[in-house]
């Protein structure tokens, strides 16, 4: 495998078609794909395979039992960029990196604090809402639209580009 343009990470995600849909856009874009447990479902879930199609085959993906184990991890990312409703700086208005690594929490509850903590205020960002009565977006759309962002920017550097077709 190359080496990733980016790093994707999921912690604790807990809906498999989410996981699923995002490892299919992992394997589109040369990322690696990281999952943070405990997980909401297993790695053989039928809905996990579903939306990852046949994809899911070629998806580099590494599992850690948690946080701590990933971070310690020396194939990860150099840094994070936590996405989350809660900080001001949209995530187009940042100047990512290749390997970079764009962390979202899960479902249904986000990023706990702590984790808020770590990352740091300079490195969060959201994908900007114009509707006040959305809290969110579903976590494979706005995994796609941080991912899609971060390669815009990255065109020009040593990341390489999409196939012809």
Known sequence: MNTPSLHVVLHQPEIPQNTGNIGRTCVAVNAKLWLIRPLGFKLEDKYLKRAGMDYWKTLDVH?????AAFRASDLGPKR????????ETAHWDVQYEPGDGLVFGKETSGAPDW??????????????RYQSCLRSLNLATSAGIATYEALRQLRGTSVQGPNPA
């Open 63 to 67: 599992e850690h039992e948690d946080w």
């Open 80 to 87: 994070l960029w936590l996405f989350t409703t809660h900080a």
């Open 115 to 128: 984790l808020h903590g770590e990352v740091g205020d300079k490195h969060r960002v959201t994908i900007p």
